[in-house]
């Protein structure tokens, strides 16, 4: 994201101290909010005070600032992503307790994916992933199958753009990738290994509306070195396809309560 | 929380318009979150208009509003609860496969329960908790413990305020109240039935940080007919024990990383 278009009105301004946050910074300084978000630091100290003072930004002892519990309660209220997330719990806790391996739940936004919702033992292999946070399309399980049923326009933005190296195997190649891509649409399925962390491999599998548009995926992350992805694919397509049809019949007629913009910057 | 005073800087009125949808509800009118607001409707639809393009609010296509993906992105960087969540989140794995029932995860805040985290499964007992909902101290199995190891002053509070009756066997007597709150203190657990929700009872268990302060509190929801609290107890305080142990040895010398201000509106 970096340093931004100076916004002008004041809502404009709260929202991108706010957005300051979005990289996953835990703690900025009121410095680092300003330069971010484009402000003068004396605009952004009293912005940044109000929103402290009304629980949406916290004051840490060291003097910098943090996002807020309240902020939190609201954004837990976004029915996009929380409606989803209910649904997909159940299906999501019997993937973990088949597999004991990270359990994945993901939508696009943009060229990017965004993590929903991730299950996580006390056995399974350490990944990065943080809930909220985004992964390209291109180096995760979740991201190739969301990238395979992308519309053309997006794809095609993907391969053109800087395919970045995450781990050792990533593919950087936008011929590779297009190939890839070709096999997850054709196979059902995407499989990675070492491409976004070392040592971690992935299956991840469509998750479809009523429509049969996918709108999500899901995926199990584990050890590279141990991982048999041939034994974790058929409890994930079930899995996917439980979810698929529970996501059909709560959503029928009820299309609006799912994003219906899912290019929209995240 | 009702109709509130009527902010007065721009940034107040643009958190007033988020601290509208705090209640839970899934969508407001232009009409309704200006209510809430206590704004004019010319103000609140250029805000709203603001908070749309930004991707804090989305506007549904019956022409309502609902909180925004990019709200909830942001929101899940909080630390205070997040940070909490990652390190609950593989014994709570652990609880729901033994138990597979809804397991919690809730903190106080001011004289309210704040769930954090819920796990449930296909066989568990329905319960209408959501994460980011705030639940009364005295009916649930998470707040009693909460409210057992609570400063004087919140636990005097509570007892001085009305003790509303959500199911048929809610504790509404203050004296009652007193009584089983010492209890949960004595034992270290505590035992709901039918006090939250008809047909569904809780076990509860204090999380204590390094300095033994009881800063979270975990819990069983099971089915009050068929469930055997007694049973459920070795596996739960188990699990907030071991939860316990996490978060001494994580935040070991970072008690700035857990919320400091637990007296705060939620």
Known sequence: MGERARPVSVAGKVMAILNAFAL?????????????????????????????AGGFLERVPDGTYRIGTRMWRIGSQAPAVTGLRELALPHMEDLYEATHDNV?????????????????????????TQVGQTLPLHTTGVGKVLLAHAPAEVREAVLAGEL?????????????LRRCVEQVRRSGYA???????????????????ADGEVVAALSLVARTRSADLRRLLPPLTTAARALSRDLAAHWRGRPDLFSADRNARA
């Open 104 to 128: 994945q739940l993901a939508i696009r936004r943009d060229l990017r994916v965004l993590v929903v919702e991730r299950l996580r033992g006390t056995r399974s292999v350490p990944v990065l």
């Open 191 to 209: 499989v990675t290994r070492d491409e976004m962390t070392l040592g971690a491999a992935s299956v991840g599998a469509p998750v479809r509306d």
């Open 24 to 52: 996953g910074d835990v703690r900025l300084t009121l410095s680092e909010i300003c330069r971010r978000a484009g402000l003068p630091l004396a605009t952004g100290h009293r912005l940044v005070g109000e929103l402290a």
């Open 164 to 176: 970045t190296r995450h781990a050792a195997r990533s593919i950087t190649d936008a011929g590779e």
